[in-house]
């Protein structure tokens, strides 16, 4: 069966730091470009940080650019968003997604999408 399990969410002070994983099962993250997606209430679905496969460059929303960190961990089937400095805007469900055909450019649109995550969710308090 083909997973995308979030997990590390929580709630957090401004400031504060939190790490999401990204594990896959039933099939190989080498093969994929990943995303990270965020959802807030009555906000549209924001593509904060992507990384490719293929040389793994990485892609980064101007909103968490500098603050977010995206990083894969081939071995673990795992892929993880390093959040730091985090900010009250920063509350949203987080959710992670694969996608075989397109780049960073292409994945963080969402439309080419394979296989998306069930979400986890964070909360940043001021």
């Known amino acids: 069966e083909v997973q995308l399990v979030e997990s590390g969410g929580g709630l957090v002070q401004a400031g504060g730091s939190l790490r999401l994983s990204c594990a896959a099962s039933?099939?190989?993250?080498?093969?994929?470009?990943i995303g990270w997606f965020r959802e807030a209430p009555g906000k549209e679905r924001e593509g904060v940080s992507c990384?490719?496969?293929?040389?793994?460059?990485?892609y980064y929303a101007d909103s968490v650019k500098g603050r977010f960190t995206i990083s894969r961990d081939n071995a673990k089937n795992t892929v993880y968003l390093q959040m730091n400095s985090l900010k009250p805007d920063d509350t949203a469900v987080y959710s992670c997604?694969?996608?075989?055909?397109?780049?960073?450019?292409?994945?963080?649109?969402?439309?080419?999408?394979?296989?998306w995550g069930q979400g986890t969710q964070v909360t940043v308090s001021s």
């Open positions: 997604a694969v996608d075989s055909v397109s780049d960073c450019e292409g994945t963080i649109e969402g439309d080419t999408v394979d296989y």
């Open positions: 039933g099939f190989t993250l080498d093969d994929y470009t």
């Open positions: 990384i490719m496969s293929s040389d793994g460059s990485t």
